[in-house]
């Protein structure tokens, strides 16, 4: 019979999975619409997308799309991961899948918010 993971480790695995993943989409839409500004903690943090408040909000409205769809996976992943705490293999497969799920979309992400804050800066936009 497979080891059961621990219901601290569940709880926390993922809850932390789950309210990252909620985390993250309010957030990306709280940038994408202008609610987030610029700042020095939160957002697509690369230099085309610091450069002025007009090309950080191209770049989260270019990213919102990748950023949603990597949060629901992230959330998926922390409900699987709750299910499947019956079996380690389940559990740390589900987180695995999450993490990786979420990196993916998140560089796609700023790959399109890059070329996003780009185009907006340049001079022919403006």
């Known amino acids: 019979m497979a080891e059961q993971v621990p219901v601290g480790a569940v709880l926390v695995g993922a809850g932390v999975m789950i309210g990252s993943a909620l985390l993250l989409h ?15 903690l939160i957002g697509i943090r ?4 610091l450069s002025s408040d007009t090309a950080w909000r191209a770049g989260h409205r270019a990213a919102q799309r990748p950023t949603d769809i990597g949060a629901a996976g992230l959330g998926l992943a922390g409900v699987l991961a709750f299910l499947l705490q019956e079996s380690k293999a389940g559990f740390v497969a589900s987180v695995l899948l999450g993490a990786g799920w979420l990196l993916a979309w998140v560089l796609i992400g700023a790959k399109k918010a890059a070329a996003a804050a780009e185009a907006a800066s340049s001079p022919e936009t403006r």
């Open 46 to 49: 690369l230099p085309s997308t």
């Open 26 to 40: 309010v957030l990306g839409r709280r940038a994408a619409d202008g609610r987030l500004r610029r700042n020095g």
